[in-house]
Nanobody, 125 residues
Framework: QVQLVESGGGLVQTGGSLRLSCAASGRTFSGYNVGWFRQAPGKEREFVATVWWSSGRTFYADSVKGRFTISRDAAENTVYLQMNSLKPEDTADYYC??????????????????WGKGTLVTVSS
């Protein structure tokens, strides 16, 4: 059982930055792959980014490529999502996800093993 705890959300102006954190409790991320999804009001949950824990390989949704960076810290057992050049359309609840299978840009939220409770990111125009 993996428990995921997100932090770092908040209110920021257009063009600003935020860093989200996802910490695992109960066990380490070893053997899992970790990603971020987001869900805006009235919309479906969508993939944002993932990092393969063993290799460090990353994938990003086209909408965030070049602006967001996902990284992992094995010593801290934490995954980060650095979000720069934020836009109002980035406003959403951001969820950390962990799964034994690898994630890619086509990963459906329906097959994810573990979810955090989410952290709200609001970008004002």
């Amino acid at each position: 059982q993996v428990q995921l705890v997100e932090s770092g959300g908040g209110l920021v102006q257009t063009g600003g930055s935020l860093r989200l954190s996802c910490a695992a409790s109960g066990r380490t991320f070893s053997g899992y792959n970790v990603g971020w999804f987001r869900q805006a009001p009235g919309k479906e949950r969508e993939f944002v980014a993932t990092v393969w824990w063993s290799s460090g390989r990353t994938f990003y949704a086209d909408s965030v490529k070049g602006r967001f960076t996902i990284s992992r810290d094995a010593a801290e057992n934490t995954v980060y999502l650095q979000m720069n050049s934020l836009k109002p359309e980035d406003t959403a609840d951001y969820y950390c996800a962990a799964d034994r299978a690898t994630m890619t840009t086509r990963t459906s939220p329906n097959r994810i093993d573990y979810w955090g409770k989410g952290t709200l990111v609001t970008v004002s125009s």
